[in-house]
């Protein structure tokens, strides 16, 4: 992403590339979670969601801006409270998008990670998966194989959310 005006990554100025380090770091974080989980193929979409959705709770519990610093380890209880199912998710992610936007207006510099957290949260807000409806009663015939049984659409990250809980969980 090539932002004009604004400093490069080294600090000198010049128009030069700013790199959204602590996306790209929450982004590996989520992905090395749900691939060590082994939930989902990869080239999943439910796959993504769940990706997205970690990266989010990573990037957007990032407070103190020392994600590239932290330890992993460190924070999993935190991410795991954040995605519990019982959880105003989605309203936090809302909060804190908007608290992470009005910082990087007060600092009038780029904002490349806030972009890309912009980004994977229309994804995941947008984007509709076909999903097995936890919701159906029990009992409404019988299932044969994976495919059977009722299906919804559904936000993919309500889809994502667990999935990334439970990643963390196995980690």
Sequence with gaps: MLHRGHQSTDGTGGGGLTVPMAWLYAEY???????????MPPTSFEFR????????????????GELPGIRVVSQLDTWLSLTAY?????????????????????????????????????????????????????????????????????????LGLPLGHLAIHLF
Excluded: C, H, Y
């Design 86 to 158: 019982d959880q105003p998710w989605q309203g936090w992610v809302r909060e804190r998008m908007a608290q992470v936007a009005a910082e990087a207006a007060e600092q009038g510099g780029p904002a490349p990670d806030l972009e890309l957290a912009e980004a994977a949260w229309r994804w995941l807000e947008e984007t509709e998966l076909l999903a097995p409806d936890l919701n159906a009663v029990p009992g409404g015939g019988p299932v044969t194989g994976e495919d059977d049984g009722p299906k919804v659409w559904t936000p993919a990250w309500q």
């Design 29 to 39: 974080i989520a992905d090395e979670l749900l691939r060590t989980g082994d939930l």
């Design 49 to 64: 969601a769940g990706r997205d959705a970690l990266a989010l709770t990573i990037f957007l519990s990032d407070i103190d």
